[in-house]
């Protein structure tokens, strides 16, 4: 069974850091590029990194630029998302996604991955 989990999530302090992983099961990630998306209550979901198959080409959001570093380790079948710096408007529910093929100039659209995982919780307050 396709499967991807993230886990991480949890409160922080503004300014504070977390990790989040997404591992996969049932396929394995070598030729599938990653997003990391997430979704605020009361918004739509939106972007906020992805990187290629290999590694080699990542994009952030312009929110998020400077603060999160997305990797991937595929001898473990994952990836990550450090995400530094962080502040309240960061509150979300954070996913991982898979996409078939090459990244392109840009992150894939939404309508573009195929695996989704559940979904973790980041709330940023003090």
């Known amino acids: 069974q396709v499967q991807l989990v993230e886990s991480g999530g949890g409160l922080v302090q503004p300014g504070g850091s977390l990790r989040l992983s997404c591992a996969a099961s049932?396929?394995?990630?070598?030729?599938?590029?990653i997003g990391w998306l997430r979704q605020a209550p009361g918004k739509e979901r939106e972007g906020v990194s992805c990187?290629?198959?290999?590694?080699?080409?990542?994009y952030y959001a312009d929110s998020v630029k400077g603060r999160f570093t997305i990797s991937r380790d595929n001898a473990k079948n994952t990836v990550y998302l450090r995400m530094n710096s962080l502040k309240p408007e960061d509150t979300a529910v954070y996913y991982c996604?898979?996409?078939?093929?090459?990244?392109?100039?840009?992150?894939?659209?939404?309508?573009?991955?195929?695996?989704w995982g559940q979904g973790t919780q980041v709330t940023v307050s003090s």
């Open positions: 996604a898979a996409a078939p093929g090459p990244v392109g100039s840009t992150c894939p659209p939404q309508g573009e991955y195929d695996y």
């Open positions: 049932g396929f394995t990630l070598d030729y599938y590029s």
């Open positions: 990187i290629s198959s290999s590694g080699s080409t990542t």
